[in-house]
């Protein structure tokens, strides 16, 4: 075992020591005929494993000892919290299973002792013994707490719905509010039910997503498929391009379907006059090629190529150089042309591989969006990256 872990766990064990010592002590002077003559052996018995860097034996020891009562509690419960630090959370679990047995247990206490049981279930990944563990603390001081721990299960179930009621009984009882989040929670709705062509319902979900944050980026780009869909091009351009104002940095993720929309109504030079009044800042690789793509449209790949050369000196990126390849195997032949292919598969292949987000808070990398980060769970913590730096893999 590392030193430093042992030191700590020698220091956390310190107080359990001192406590079953005064425990018993006191056991003693109030009723001496109850005092069992090889208690102070044993308590010293477990000092000795302190001092002999021994912890899992002095562990064992102490909860030998140690009655469950009113006066123990505690000490049940900070070796309970101990196990689970330290990864054992089986043992977290039966120590703390062993004190909601015991009858004499305040209301107060045994729901403490839930409290604990179900983040043992949680931590190890039974979640649907964690979900009966906080729902039967609902109706208890601890519901606040509860509801919260219920919202991390119910999130990673996707059940969305226990999702908003959870956070909402949570938002009740805090004066921290979930609002962005349950946003989520009614874009994924939304996002659920355009899977399945159910319009009606997405358009709903959609509403409350917005009414519960009008920023929400999530639900305005779902809006803006969902008019599409529906060959609505004009309101899905008005949702798509209001992520603009929202999180600036996910326009990049619509241009591809505005220039679809613009297209549909026969405007693709609105699009055009869109992407240069966008600042590169906000859209990066993405805008420079969908402008390349436009004026290779119009004005032939030559007048492109030179354009994206350019870019490339302000923001270099293996996707531009990916599409610059592409560009100039239109026109080459023989032996340059056979030279570009090969430099083409193999731009293609950093291209696949390469990162397109990074969570701010953990530096989780992906290729697609994710509003809820896979790695901490935070939520619009997964942002797209541009340029150089998206060039990392």
Not at 96 to 115: C, D, F, G, Y
Not at 240 to 254: L, N, Y
Request: hydrophobic residues 40%.
């Amino acid at each position: 075992m590392p030193t430093e872990l042992l030191g700590g766990l020698l220091f956390l064990l310190l107080p359990v020591a001192a406590g079953s010592g005064w425990y018993f002590a006191r056991k003693k002077y109030f009723n001496p005929s109850s005092y069992v003559e090889d208690v102070a052996p044993e308590y010293y018995k477990g000092l000795r494993y302190i001092i002999d860097e021994q912890p899992d034996k002095a562990i064992e020891v102490f909860l030998k000892l140690l009655e469950v009562d009113s006066e123990t509690v505690e000490v049940h419960l900070a070796l309970g919290n101990l196990f689970r630090r330290r990864g054992e959370v089986d043992r977290a679990v039966r120590v703390h299973q062993n004190l909601i047995a015991r009858p004499t247990l305040s209301t107060e206490q045994r729901s403490q002792a839930l409290v604990e049981l179900g983040v043992d279930y949680l931590r190890s990944g039974l979640l649907d013994r964690a979900e009966v563990m906080f729902e039967s603390l609902l109706t208890t001081a601890y519901k606040s707490r509860a509801a919260l721990y219920l919202v991390e299960i119910y999130e990673e179930e996707q059940d969305w719905d226990k999702a908003v009621e959870c956070a909402r009984i949570w938002q009740q009882n805090s004066s921290h509010k979930l609002n962005k989040r349950i946003a989520h929670y009614y874009s994924k709705k939304a996002e659920e039910c355009l899977a399945d062509n159910d319009l009606k319902p997405a358009r709903e979900f959609i509403k409350l997503a917005l009414k519960e944050d009008s920023n929400c980026a999530h639900a305005s780009m779902v809006e803006g498929h969902l008019e599409m869909l529906e060959k609505n091009y004009k309101a899905a351009i008005k949702a798509f391009k209001r992520i603009e104002k929202q999180a600036p940095e996910f326009i990049s993720e619509v241009l591809i379907p505005l220039k679809t929309c613009y297209r549909n109504l026969d405007k693709s030079h609105k699009f055009l006059e869109y992407l240069h009044e966008l600042p590169t800042s906000q859209t990066g690789v993405n805008q420079i090629i969908e402008l390349s793509d436009f004026i290779e449209e119009n004005e032939g790949s030559d007048n492109a190529i030179r354009f994206l050369i350019d870019k490339a000196e302000e923001l270099p990126s293996v996707r531009m150089l990916d599409r610059l390849v592409d560009l100039s195997l239109i026109a080459e032949e023989g032996e340059n042309k056979t030279k570009l292919e090969c430099f083409k598969r193999l731009t293609g292949k950093l291209v696949e591989v390469k990162s397109a987000f990074k969570c701010s808070h953990c530096g989780y990398r992906a290729r697609s969006i994710y509003w809820q980060c896979p790695a901490c769970k935070n939520w619009d913590t997964v942002k797209p990256i541009q340029g150089v730096v998206s060039e990392q893999f």
